[in-house]
């Protein structure tokens, strides 16, 4: 089935500090990946969706400074978290939608990274 | 607007008891998806089923079994015999059959937090 990575799994930093998290299609190419955050206990928030070769289309509230995203290639979207502060600190995870593939394929899921800010 | 509820926060049932995991959505698309993705503690998220709303048979898979009724609509999730191995946050999610954008994001619901005891 269709494999999506997600690295690093784990993050724990100083505040101030930028992570990037790589997102990546294994075993087939990505049209469009997407970014969701999520909290405690909470059900996932959608931040971003990324369409290959052009600008990410962030979802209202989510700010585009803080939370820069990259889709340079069919197999790989990046987020990069600016100067991140304890507010930060939370689940986040990508997902993938297959290239090429008629009708609505279901999205596949990276295992997620869990960042802490100090 | 689409809407997704799962009414149910936290279901906990004793191992080997039938559970059924209730969804109920909103939308005013004539066609449309609807998805179940499972979130063990662990964290990532595992694609479950995918139903067209054209498509209102049943599904069985092993253990697990989806009603999907347009009439009320609903698309319920019962697991037979549940397992410990079972345990998790179960989600139900929406999309678009023909979105404009083409990138069939997913409305989630709030989640269901199944726990099966030994």
Known sequence: GAVVSQHPSRVICKSGTSVKIECRSLDFQATTMFWYRQFPKKSLMLMATSNEGSKATYEQGVEKDKFLINHASLTLSTLTVTSAHPEDSSFYICSAREFGREGNQPQHFGDGTRLSIL | ?118
């Open chain 2, 1 to 118: 607007a689409q809407k997704v509820t799962q009414a149910q926060t936290e279901i906990s049932v004793v191992e080997k008891e039938d559970v059924t995991l209730d969804c109920v959505y909103e939308t005013r698309d004539t066609t449309y998806y609807l998805f179940w993705y499972k979130q063990p503690p662990s964290g990532e998220l595992v694609f479950l089923i995918r139903r067209n709303s054209f498509d209102e048979q049943n599904e069985i898979s092993g253990r697990y079994s989806w009603n999907f009724q347009k009439s009320t609509s609903s698309f319920n999730f019962t697991i037979t015999a549940s397992q410990v191995v079972d345990s998790a946050v179960y989600f139900c999610a929406l999309s678009e059959a023909y979105p404009m954008d083409s990138n069939y994001q997913l409305i989630w619901g709030a989640g269901t937090k199944l726990i099966i005891k030994p």
